[in-house]
């Protein structure tokens, strides 16, 4: 498949200039539109992360991690070491569910950071549960 670089139209292999405008075509490769993703969760403890995302994918549920830390020699800094958890939108409420039920993480609504059960005020943002 070519497209022309100037109108975005496609055309077949045979083509080098687009007929329509007269642009040169280049190879072009097909790519699906970008799923819609979003932030699951944010965790401050990056092994936490990888066992969460092992056990999400155990679950048939695709995510992926995002390291966010800032790291200082020789060893990450408190509260600063995050990690963000992704997946697919139309998988974020099952996830959300099977983490809380099975592994007691809790998630602040307002701004998606870990919070601790007995939080009554996200430490994070400051929202209450209410």
């Known amino acids: 498949m070519q497209l022309c670089q100037r109108c975005d139209e496609r055309f077949s292999d045979t083509h080098s200039f687009c007929p329509d405008c007269n642009g040169q075509l280049v190879a072009w490769i097909g790519q699906e539109e970008a799923p819609d993703i979003v932030v699951l969760c944010t965790v401050l403890d990056e092994a936490k992360a990888h066992i969460m995302r092992g056990f999400l994918e155990s679950e048939g549920i695709p995510c992926q991690l995002e390291n966010i ?35 007691k993480v809790l998630v602040c609504f307002a701004c998606k950071m870990e919070v601790l059960v007995e939080d009554v005020v996200c430490p994070h943002c400051g929202e209450s549960e209410d």
Do not use: G, M, N, Y
């Open 69 to 103: 830390s800032f790291h200082a020699a020789p060893a990450p800094v408190a509260d600063l070491t995050k990690v963000r958890l992704w997946t697919l939108r139309e998988d974020s409420e099952r996830a959300s569910q099977l983490l809380e039920e099975r592994e």
